[in-house]
């Protein structure tokens, strides 16, 4: 009896095993295509029954591999319909990981629809073959409008860094105001608070160099005559962005469709980065030397944490590591090396004639960080002789005193003469 349970023990282990491996849903697989749908925007807001409705949806690939061939597809539930059966699904292609795409589509809300909030849903699958993945999403419609006056307008807009590099990530946060200066307003001789609403707000980028990596902010509540409110958005700059400005779109959705809005957000990017110059001859003479560099922050905004790394074979540095800190723009900073031969290194103990240098520059951008490295820089090693040198050194004293003694004894006897 004890002899069957130990083979039967084994073998129920290894029929749980061969399950679980077989039961592990395709989702689950490590590194993975998952796609991420969001509603970026809905004109108007909120819907108006019987009129259509654009919706503009963001799929965005948050998994670890690439999607080979996107579909997303909307599944329209009453009051809302397509304005054609045939763009329920729209093909995105292609979308790395990282990467988001934008589609519209244009549902139409019965006439005969009840205000308030419907559920619709969408679909999305990264490929033909493979399964739909669905979530459902809430929409406001309705006749009525916010009677508020208050117009929300562009203050203030911050990013951080200032100006980006390709490949940073960041944020962008702007200050919207409510530009109204008193309680009331008097129109038609009607009265109306000067309250703002600010139901939605989105920032969309314009082009795929930048990738915003927030959802919509929604329901913000009432801004009072002259109150702002911060909205702030993260932001993520492609490694193969152009320099210049980049525009992005803020679309805000106010009191009703009348104050809706959309203004540009500039955002800058800029490659440039911290250079090293040499700023005197680079030479180990009889094996030692001080070398000296210029650092220039050639960045239009400011680098934290910049430090200068040198490196060569068969040299040793002090410090190993220069650290500067903070640098502005246009900044200019000397700094200086001392370079030792360690002969160690060389099998036969010769230093060689010409050493090969690379400095390597490690800066912030923000909390991006980065590094750039300048190469092929050379080192001249000169052997001086101290010996030969101490030796001229003595001749030429003593022809110098011999001349000095010769003029002594000259005069001397011009005197004796006399």
Request: hydrophobic letters at 35%.
């Amino acid at each position: 009896m004890t002899k069957l349970k130990n083979q039967i023990i084994p073998f129920v282990l290894f029929l749980l095993l061969v399950s679980s491996i077989f039961t592990t849903p395709v989702s689950a697989a490590v590194g993975s295509a998952n796609l991420k749908v969001t509603i970026i925007e809905t004109n108007p807001y909120p819907a108006k029954i019987g009129e259509y409705l654009n919706l503009t949806l963001q799929v965005e690939n948050i998994g670890g591999d690439r999607a080979e061939n996107v579909d997303v597809e909307i599944v329209p539930q009453y009051p809302f319909s397509l304005d054609s059966g045939s763009n329920a699904i729209k093909n995105i292609g292609a979308l790395n990981p990282g990467k988001t795409a934008t589609k519209e589509f244009y549902l139409f809300v019965d006439k005969n629809a009840q205000k308030g909030v419907r559920s619709f849903d969408i679909r999305t699958r990264p490929s033909k073959d493979s399964p739909w993945s669905e979530k459902s999403f809430d929409l406001r419609i309705g006749t009525e409008t916010f009677d508020s006056k208050g117009t929300v307008e562009l203050e203030e807009v911050v990013s951080d860094p200032k100006v980006f590099m390709p490949g940073d990530r960041g944020t962008v946060t702007v200050t919207l105001k409510n530009t109204a200066t008193t309680p009331t307003v008097t129109i038609d001789g009607n009265d109306y608070d000067t309250n703002a609403r600010i139901q939605s707000a989105v920032l969309k980028p314009l082009s795929d160099e930048i990738n915003v990596l927030d959802s919509p902010y929604e329901e913000m509540g009432l801004l009072g005559p002259g109150d702002s409110i911060k909205l702030t958005f993260n932001v993520k700059v492609a490694e193969v962005a152009m320099g210049g400005t980049h525009n992005l779109e803020l679309a805000i959705e106010g009191n009703s469709f009348d104050y809706n809005s959309k203004k540009n957000i500039p955002l800058k990017v800029d490659s440039s980065n911290i250079k090293v110059i040499p700023s005197k001859a680079l030479q180990l003479i009889n094996g030692k030397s001080t070398i000296e560099f210029d650092v220039a922050n050639n960045h239009p905004n400011e680098l934290n944490s910049v430090s200068i790394k040198p490196e060569a074979e068969g040299v040793k540095f002090y410090p190993a590591e220069y650290f500067i800190g903070p640098m502005d723009p246009d900044e200019l900073f000397t700094i200086e090396f001392d370079a030792v031969a360690d002969n160690s290194s060389d099998s036969n103990g010769d230093t060689p004639k010409v050493i090969n240098m690379t400095l390597s520059a490690s800066y912030g951008n923000g909390v991006n960080k980065h590094e750039n490295t300048v190469s092929n820089l050379y080192i001249q090693s000169v052997e001086a002789n101290p010996e030969n040198s101490s030796g001229m050194f003595v001749v030429g004293l003593l022809i110098l005193i011999g001349i000095v003694a010769g003029v002594f004894i000259y005069r001397k006897k011009i005197q004796n003469k006399k």
